[in-house]
């Protein structure tokens, strides 16, 4: 033991201070890098030796540059996001069908419904008049035209349900290849004895990423690989370096079926049910058609009943059997297909219940009276038109209010989930920066070791001369 | 807790969001002065008004309709106020020849003036409103009445309107049961006032037949249960238009509290809006200002 080794204790500090300093620049210039997670230099003293007769560490050496990584708040944050992904999708798609069926501020099928009624009892005042006749088809028409939109503006959120799928599988898959790739990597480097751990960081916000889109649960395994399988089947996504893909079975146009390959597996259809996959899913096949079936059932329920007494009753010529809608088969389709019927003009119009009285009323009484009436088949009791689609109304704004409620829950618990990420795992400017001065300093000190040293060594080298 | 700056500019932004969403709700009902303007802001209230929306349109249609059968009967009313001051001038005409007359001028006289009157008495069972005869039940093709015969050419159907949820009143009275006699349910007499008023004519003679006076007063008397007859009816149609009257002032009743409910739902209250709006403004500037004091801090500033 000599001078020589305050010389090498310095020249040592000199190197991990340097290291220090480049792992907290590292950190300060990843303040912003969303999922990067801080790291630290673990420092400690080396061997002990006794050649001066005491116990003394010969300085001081970096035993790690380790991450600040909590495995359980990732796995809560990865289902957490699962939920927000399926409730943002399913409130926002609900948000854009809503101002269709906004009866509060618009004029929609509701009113036209009572527009038509109304006209036949103005007519009741005045069976033959041909003003009244004319305002009645143009009442149709307009209640016609609205059906014809709803159903419209119902299907197209269908198709477009099912277009982005496409792009929705794409953008798993090509999420799930990487996963995969940086598994790969993380793999070799881990062999290698290397730090993988920006590696991490970078699978780790891509396993989020994916969380968001479908449900997933992870396995972490001790060569540093996180296994991902598929929460809603079961089957495996991502095993070590290999990866599945999900793809789309085409041959219905308009109901693509979803189906997945798991790694090293064979295709088979999946169900998804979580995540934005499964919300775009339970729109498609289940919510909007559900929209879809009740006007539906509203536009059969009209054409039915008002063709069942138009058809009994007379013209001012005496002629009987004329429908007035387009009568329609299944409920399915019947608000697309809700039309004036062929034949049916101003002079066909039944307002009469004789043939041989064009100035009868009873027909067309009995036609306006439908208003009133529980016809629509909503269960037991069923309603009238008007009722049915006030509840059909206050559904939607319901459905709408209640999404709208769950997502601001969901990004509150995420919220939540992401600052306790934040405050294990985020970088700190100031400690960042505290840290810097306590290295500088420490270099310094480790300078100042060397040039102590190198005085002393001059002092004795003096006392030789 | 550890706190990071990302950790506050986050929360910042969050926070700021919020306040910015509350603000940007309020200023929305203040400017619509409406608490609901889609069905999710309310889904209860919304079903409520879209319910209230479509009885309001219900109870207009019926006012209209109230209205259009008041205007009818008030047409009705009138034609039968004619047809009784025929009748009694026809009452007057024939107590003057009660004992019939010698002279053939007076008989002819008389004669003339009672075929003039039954031409008048025809012309106004023909009254029409609109396109429609209202004596000729649903038949409105032709005529009820003409000058040749006593035939009623039109039918006895009574129309009725609907001028409440599923109340109607019938809205005409049928030359049949009116003139004729006929009809039952309503039934106002048996009297064939056409026929009373022939038998008249032919009874007072002309300026060739003498005068038959056992028929005179035969017919005279007629005409005096002809003119209840015509009372009755008169009667049948001023209660019906009382009944149209009450209705329309229960519409109205309705309509009112109906739009009061509406009111009460639908628009906001301004004042508690405004102090809301104004603490949220507060709350919204502090928080502002906070952030940006806030954020501006760090260790660089004094190294």
Request: proline content about 3%; aromatic content about 6%.
């Amino acid at each position: 033991m000599g001078i020589s080794t305050t010389l090498q204790i310095g020249a040592n500090g000199l190197n991990i201070y340097r290291v220090a300093s480049e792992v907290t620049s590292e950190n300060i210039a990843n303040v912003n890098t969303p999922g990067y997670s801080r790291q630290r230099v673990l420092f400690e003293s080396t061997s002990i030796s006794s050649s001066t007769g005491f116990p003394l560490v010969s300085g001081a050496q970096i035993a790690s540059v380790d991450r600040y990584y909590d495995s359980l708040l990732q796995q809560q944050l990865v289902t957490a996001q699962t939920t927000q992904g399926y409730d943002t999708t399913k409130s926002t798609v609900l948000q854009q069908i809503e101002p269709s069926f906004n009866e509060v501020a618009n004029d929609g099928i509701g009113a036209a419904v009572s527009n038509f009624f109304n006209a036949w009892q103005d007519m009741t005042l005045n069976p033959a008049g041909s003003t009244e006749r004319q305002v009645v088809m143009t009442r149709a028409q307009i209640l016609t035209d609205n059906f014809n939109f709803a159903s419209k503006n119902l299907n197209d959120s269908v198709v477009i349900q099912n277009a982005s799928l496409v792009p929705m599988t794409d953008s798993i898959n090509s999420t799930l290849k990487n996963i995969a790739q940086l598994n790969g990597q993380i793999q070799t480097t881990t062999l290698l004895k290397g730090n993988a751990n920006e590696m991490l960081d970078q699978r780790d916000q891509l396993i989020r990423d994916l969380s968001q889109k479908i449900g997933i649960t992870t396995t972490e395994n001790s060569d540093g690989t996180t296994d991902v399988n598929y929460a809603d089947s079961g089957a495996a996504l991502v095993s070590g370096s290999k990866s599945g893909a999900f793809s789309l079975d085409q041959t219905n146009p308009n109901s693509f079926v979803v189906q997945l390959t798991p790694p090293g597996g064979a295709l088979a259809n999946v169900t998804p049910l979580t995540g934005q996959l499964g919300a775009t899913m339970a729109l498609r096949d289940t919510i909007i058609p559900d929209y879809l079936n009740q006007i539906d059932t509203l536009a059969k329920s009209i054409t039915d009943s008002v063709n069942n007494l138009h058809s009994t009753g007379f013209s001012p010529t005496g002629g009987t059997g004329q429908n007035f809608f387009t009568p329609s088969g299944a409920v399915a389709g019947s608000a697309a297909g809700f039309s004036i019927a062929a034949g049916l003009t101003v002079g066909t119009i039944a307002a009469s219940g004789n043939a041989l009285l064009s100035g009868d009323n009873s027909n067309a009484l009995a036609i306006a009276k439908l208003t009133n009436a529980n016809t629509v088949p909503s269960g037991s009791p069923s309603a009238t038109f008007s009722s049915y689609y006030s509840s059909f109304v206050s559904k939607i704004g319901l459905d709408v209010q209640s999404s709208k409620a769950t997502v601001t829950q969901d990004e509150a618990f995420t919220r939540q989930l992401q600052t306790l990420r934040e405050s294990n795992s985020g970088v700190s400017l100031d400690e960042e920066l505290t840290n810097l001065l306590k290295y500088q300093r420490s270099y310094q000190a480790s300078a100042k070791l060397i040039t102590t040293a190198t005085d002393m060594m001059d002092t004795v080298l003096g006392m030789i001369r | 807790m550890r706190i990071t700056q990302n950790m506050s500019s986050d929360s910042s932004v969050y926070n700021l969001q919020q306040g910015r969403a509350r603000l940007d709700r309020l200023q929305n009902l203040t400017a619509s002065g409406q608490n609901v303007s889609t069905p999710s802001d309310d889904p209860i209230s919304a079903h409520l008004l879209v319910d209230l929306g479509d009885k309001v349109r219900a109870i207009n249609q019926y006012s209209s309709n109230t209205a259009k059968a008041t205007s009818w009967m008030q047409f009705t009313s009138t034609a039968l106020q004619g047809m009784s001051d025929i009748i009694g001038q026809a009452k007057k005409l024939a107590g003057t020849i009660n004992s019939g007359s010698d002279d053939p001028n007076i008989r002819q006289s008389a004669h003339d003036q009672l075929v003039n009157l039954k031409k008048q008495l025809v012309d106004m069972a023909n009254t029409q409103y609109g396109d429609q005869y209202i004596f000729g039940g649903a038949n409105n093709s032709s005529p009820p009445f003409n000058n040749t015969d006593n035939n009623y050419a039109g039918d006895g159907t009574q129309l009725s309107v609907e001028i409440g949820q599923n109340t109607t009143q019938t809205m005409n009275i049928t030359g049949n049961r009116l003139l004729k006699g006929g009809g039952t349910n309503p039934n106002y007499g048996s009297i064939d006032i056409l026929k009373t008023f022939d038998d008249m004519i032919a009874a007072v003679g002309d300026s060739t037949t003498s005068s038959n006076v056992p028929a005179i007063n035969q017919a005279a008397s007629d005409l005096y249960d002809g003119s209840k007859q015509l009372n009755t009816a008169v009667s049948d149609v001023l209660s019906r238009m009382t009944r149209l009257d009450n209705i329309s002032k229960f519409n109205a009743n309705s309509k009112d509290t109906m739009l009061s409910i509406a009111s009460n739902v639908q628009n906001v209250d301004y004042a508690k809006l405004g102090v809301e709006l104004s603490q949220q403004k507060l709350a919204f500037e502090a928080s502002l200002s906070a952030t940006a004091k806030v954020s501006q801090l760090s260790l660089l500033n004094y190294m």
